[in-house]
């Protein structure tokens, strides 16, 4: 019967509107869902260190003055100093101290402590993430290198191989992606036996596409097989090396490194994911990894609350249909509890772009009564003051009515995922146009 009415509700939208577009389309840049742990840089050439895999010499600091001291030691007037993120661009990226770039060349300690007390503590803005930035709270000073040569190098899962496939490209120190749209030929691609590993032969045709010849080729393909060990023993989904290089002395290097990791693999990495740098995830992100709950935060002010991804979807479609904006994908699942629709609340209403929430629960194998338990619950803990707008169907529906009807709450109840959108859009331009016109409104459950 609910397959039914949604269904006809589907037909009337407009031939323009994919809900998956739309999800894709509104995902901010550095807000995404937790399914690969990342990790910082210099905890990424700790790895590859305990592997064999040559890295530039050097320490990772969290003060000035440990900073200065790591640049004294190397005795070099080769320097580089970069600030520590989880985000890519940070060579054209911008301090809010008004510094210009995270990645800098320096000639002495006491330079490197000049940039050091200018990242740190700061917010570096780039590209990836976001207008927000990310806080630096530690950098790496390492040795400088002249380079004679740089490529790219990569293992990942590849879902068209059904397994690991190594990449590689000739044109390293940029953006692959670049490469790639603009130079497809210049990515090489081998896929790898998962259990057996690259052989000899495939990491030799590959150093050899990459540029090196002779020992150095040699260099990078025992190099190659260190990373092959790290992706396999630490159940990695990406390790990646951009530029490899190779130095006016003819020495090869790793020189950066980026690692992502199978959060399933977490009950037998448990030392590597304690490295999980929670100060880098947007707080609503943490929670929503606390409480096991499908998250991801979008532009809009709408907050919804679904369980299950397709109806999650669906109800953002229709939100848009009616001329809304979903303010987040959340799925709390099949089996949530009832402290997990009350942490799911929580996210919503800590998000200061969310002006209404939107419940909508088909009851399968969540129960509508659990959901209407964690609402009472929700809005007793948090003081609930914005709009809520809930839509139940299925499993334990009439005992979920009488709960929230005892409750004494005044939530907008609806009958049918149409009346739900409405509902939560209306609502949301009211407050909209309340906020335009310089007007207070206040919404408190029970009203």
């Given at each position: 019967?609910?397959?039914?009415?949604?269904f006809?509700?589907?037909?009337?939208?407009?031939?323009t509107?994919?809900?998956?577009?739309?999800?894709?389309?509104n995902?901010?840049?550095g807000f995404?869902q937790?399914?690969?742990?990342?990790?910082?840089?210099?905890?990424s050439?700790?790895?590859?260190?305990?592997?064999?895999?040559?890295?530039?010499?050097?320490?990772v600091?969290a003060?000035p003055?440990?900073?200065?001291?790591?640049?004294e030691?190397?005795?070099?007037?080769?320097?580089?100093?970069?600030a520590?993120?989880?985000?890519?661009?940070r060579?054209?990226?911008?301090?809010?101290?008004?510094?210009?770039g995270?990645?800098h060349n320096?000639?002495?300690?006491?330079e490197?402590?000049?940039?050091?007390?200018?990242?740190?503590?700061?917010?570096?803005?780039?590209k990836?993430?976001?207008?927000g930035?990310?806080?630096?709270?530690?950098?790496?000073?390492?040795?400088r290198?002249?380079?004679?040569r740089?490529?790219?190098f990569?293992?990942?899962?590849?879902?068209?191989?059904q397994?690991?496939?190594?990449?590689?490209?000739?044109?390293?120190?940029?953006?692959i992606e670049?490469?790639?749209?603009?130079?497809?030929?210049?990515i090489?691609?081998?896929?790898?036996?998962?259990e057996?590993?690259?052989?000899?032969?495939?990491?030799?045709?590959?150093?050899?596409?990459?540029?090196?010849?002779?020992?150095q080729?040699?260099?990078?393909?025992s190099?190659m097989?260190g990373?092959?060990k790290?992706?396999?023993e630490r159940?990695a989904?990406?390790v990646?090396?951009?530029?490899l290089?190779?130095?006016?002395?003819?020495?090869?290097?790793c020189?950066?490194?980026?690692?992502?990791f199978?959060d399933?693999?977490?009950?037998?990495q448990r030392e590597?994911?304690?490295?999980r740098?929670?100060?880098?995830m947007d707080?609503?992100?943490?929670?929503a990894?606390?409480a096991?709950?499908?998250y991801?935060g979008?532009?809009?002010?709408?907050?919804?609350?679904?369980?299950?991804?397709g109806l999650?979807?669906?109800t953002?479609?229709?939100?848009k249909?009616y001329?809304g904006?979903?303010?987040?994908?959340?799925?709390?699942?099949?089996?949530?509890s009832?402290e997990q629709?009350t942490?799911?609340?929580r996210?919503?209403?800590?998000?200061?772009?969310?002006?209404?929430?939107?419940?909508?629960i088909?009851?399968?194998?969540?129960?509508?009564?659990?959901?209407?338990?964690?609402?009472?619950?929700?809005?007793k803990?948090?003081?609930?003051?914005?709009?809520?707008?809930?839509?139940?169907?299925?499993?334990?529906?009439?005992?979920?009515?009488?709960i929230?009807?005892d409750?004494g709450?005044?939530v907008m109840?609806a009958?049918?995922?149409?009346?739900a959108?409405?509902?939560?859009?209306?609502a949301?331009?009211?407050?909209?146009?309340?906020?335009?016109?310089?007007?207070?409104i206040s919404?408190?459950?029970p009203?």
């Open positions: 019967m609910f397959l039914s009415k949604l006809s509700k589907l037909v009337p939208f407009k031939p509107t994919n809900h998956s577009a739309i999800f894709l389309n995902l901010k840049p995404k937790v399914r690969n742990l990342s990790i910082h840089e210099y905890q050439q700790q790895i590859m260190r305990e592997y064999g895999v040559r890295t530039p010499a050097g320490s600091a003060t003055d440990e900073a200065e001291k790591i640049a030691a190397l005795a070099s007037q080769d320097l580089i100093i970069k520590q993120i989880l985000a890519g661009g060579g054209l990226g911008a301090f809010d101290s008004g510094l210009k995270g990645i320096c000639h002495s300690p006491k490197v402590r000049y940039f050091a007390e200018k990242m740190l503590g700061h917010k570096l803005i780039t990836q993430t976001g207008p930035g990310k806080l630096v709270s530690k950098v790496l000073v390492a040795r290198y002249y380079i004679r740089e490529a790219y990569g293992i990942l899962l590849d879902r068209q191989f397994g690991p496939v190594m990449i590689g490209s000739s044109r390293g120190g940029v953006e670049k490469v790639a749209a603009e130079h497809p030929d210049a090489i691609k081998q896929p790898i036996d998962a057996k590993g690259p052989t000899n032969e495939q990491t030799e045709k590959m150093a050899v596409a990459l540029g090196f010849q002779g020992e080729a040699k260099d990078v393909q190099q097989s990373l092959w790290i992706f396999k159940d989904t990406l990646e090396v951009n530029p290089i190779e130095t006016n002395q003819g020495e090869v290097y020189l950066d490194a980026k690692f992502n199978d399933n693999a977490s009950f037998r590597l994911f304690e490295q740098d929670m100060s880098q707080n609503r992100d943490v929670e990894q606390k096991d709950i499908t991801i979008l532009d809009g002010n709408i907050g919804c609350l679904v369980n299950g991804a999650a979807m669906a953002m479609d229709i939100i249909l001329g904006d979903p303010a987040n994908f959340l799925d709390i699942g099949g089996g949530a009832q629709v942490a799911a609340i996210i919503l209403n800590n998000d200061p772009k969310v002006k209404v929430i939107l419940i909508n088909f009851g399968g194998i969540m129960r509508c009564d659990i959901i209407a338990l964690g609402v009472i619950q929700a809005v803990e948090l003081s609930l003051k914005i709009p809520l707008v809930v839509r139940l169907e299925g499993t334990n529906l009439e005992a979920a009515k009488r929230l009807n409750s709450l005044r109840t009958d049918d995922l149409d009346d959108a409405l509902k939560a859009v209306k949301a331009q009211i407050i909209e146009l309340a906020n335009q016109a310089k007007l207070q919404f408190e459950l009203l």
